[in-house]
């Protein structure tokens, strides 16, 4: 996925007409106090408008706190209250970085911080920062949460490009690669790749919120048993067909792209095939993928049936934070 995201100076901005699959904005700054530019102590008062026109032209969003060197809890809870509305919907973000900081360099600070915004949440956030600082973050950050690592081959203008230079090197979920970006005529703007599709950015941005399929009763229909699901983020056909019991998941039709490996939060898809829903369904077992994992190092010879069930078109690409059915 390709996009950018937008700071505290560029309030104007219409995200609805950028060309972009998703937009970041940054929401909060420090713990208030201030302002600047869109900033109205410490919160940017255009980032409501900026994420509803990026939803409303279908859109992925992000929001970021940017850290200002205060308390980290008081920091991460001025973010989670300005932001409530978004959790489970966006992903949340953290950007760590040493102008106005002078808590730069202290890794305990971010780990605080990204405790307190995931027990509030239980959502994950990743982490913004330079690949020159990300020996910055502890192992319990890199363990948890994603990276989008901030590093530039030049800052000469550009548009989106195909592979940004050192792009995935760090094993990171992100790559900022620019901030003298154009895009549609509007510019500079910070470039962005996220290194997966947009159901891995929904699982970003879901964390691990109880946010369930909801599996309405099953009525009568031709050709065998029927039941439509509301698509939740994050959601996968396979997983709607392994919540459900009702497989196998080809048989899952009604999703607007045409490609059942792209399926978007709020519309509805129908079962429609004569299999019969699986017995024990409900007792199916998880697992969330960590760092450095594979199919075959997690689940040994089994690893082609856990694809399967899981409707992988790659085994090979699998992504931390994923949640596996087997």
Not at 69 to 81: I, L, P, Q, T, Y
Not at 212 to 226: I, K, L, M
Request: proline share 5%; aromatic share 14%.
């Amino acid at each position: 996925m390709r996009g950018f995201d937008v700071s505290n100076w560029q309030c104007n901005i219409d995200t609805y007409v950028l060309d972009a699959d998703f937009v970041v904005a940054g929401t909060t700054w420090g713990v208030g106090g201030f302002n600047n530019v869109c900033l109205i102590n410490g919160v940017n008062q255009a980032a409501n408008y900026q994420l509803g026109r990026a939803v409303d032209s279908g859109k992925s969003i992000g929001v970021y706190h940017y850290a200002m060197g205060n308390d980290a809890v008081a920091e991460a809870d001025f973010f989670v209250d300005n932001v409530a509305g978004y959790v489970g919907r966006a992903v949340l973000a953290l950007d760590w970085e040493a102008a106005d900081n002078p808590q730069f360099g202290n890794g305990t600070w971010v780990e605080t911080w990204v405790r307190r915004v995931y027990d509030r949440t239980r959502v994950w956030p990743i982490v913004y920062t330079g690949a020159y600082s990300l020996g910055q973050l502890t192992p319990y950050v890199r363990e948890h949460c994603g990276v989008w690592v901030a590093q530039y081959a030049s800052n000469v203008p550009t548009g989106y490009q195909a592979v940004p230079w050192l792009y995935g090197a760090y094993g990171e979920a992100m790559r900022q690669y620019t901030s003298n970006g154009y895009v549609s005529g509007y510019g500079p703007l910070d470039l962005n790749y996220f290194r997966g599709e947009r159901w891995q950015w929904d699982a970003y941005a879901r964390g691990e919120r109880d946010d369930g399929v909801s599996v309405p009763e099953p009525v009568p229909g031709a050709g065998g048993a029927s039941t439509c699901v509301t698509v939740g983020p994050g959601d996968t056909l396979a997983g709607i067909a392994a919540a459900t019991g009702l497989w196998p998941w080809s048989d899952w039709s009604g999703y607007a792209s045409g490609n059942p490996n792209v399926i978007y939060p709020g519309e509805t898809v129908c079962y429609g095939g004569g299999a019969v829903v699986q017995p024990n369904a409900s007792a199916a077992r998880t697992y969330t993928v960590q760092p450095g994992d594979s199919l075959w190092s997690v689940f040994g010879a089994d690893w082609s049936r856990v694809a399967s069930v899981n409707g992988l078109s790659n085994p090979s690409l699998i992504y931390p934070g994923q949640i596996l059915r087997y």
